[in-house]
């Protein structure tokens, strides 16, 4: 069941969307999933924080990246402010699907090795 959806970018007119990131929010029996779409940069940090801070996660936050395109350090930086968070709060942060190029950035920032990653959701 979805709880909350938080939208990729729009402009200031209000019309065109454009690139940016979209952040999905399922709540399961044993866990919550953030599906994240688009690309997790600098833009994208206010609408991920915004969708973290939306759930409480029991046992594991497990992030879907198969429709995440790109990350930079921005997102990156999150992802390890998420990570300490999980560790304070008794919960496991899950990376699965990531994409080629987001897995690429995670094995060379490092923080594959530090990270829960698996190849898929379901």
């Not at 399961?28 to 996660?57: H, I, M, N, Y």
């Amino acid at each position: 069941m979805a709880i909350g959806s938080v939208p990729a970018s729009i402009n200031p007119i209000g019309k065109l969307c454009k690139p940016g990131l979209s952040v999905q929010a399922l709540e399961l029996e044993q866990e919550t999933v953030l599906v994240l779409r688009g690309e997790f940069d600098l833009t994208g940090v206010e609408v991920f924080e915004q969708a973290v801070a939306s759930v409480t996660p029991r046992r594991a936050l497990v992030l879907d990246l198969h429709e995440l395109t790109f990350m930079d350090s921005s997102g990156l930086g999150a992802l390890v402010l998420l990570r300490e968070r999980a560790r304070s709060g008794g919960w496991s942060l899950v990376l699965a699907g990531a994409q080629p190029a987001v897995a690429t950035v995670l094995r060379i920032s490092g923080l594959a090795q530090r990270l829960t990653i698996i190849e898929s959701t379901g």
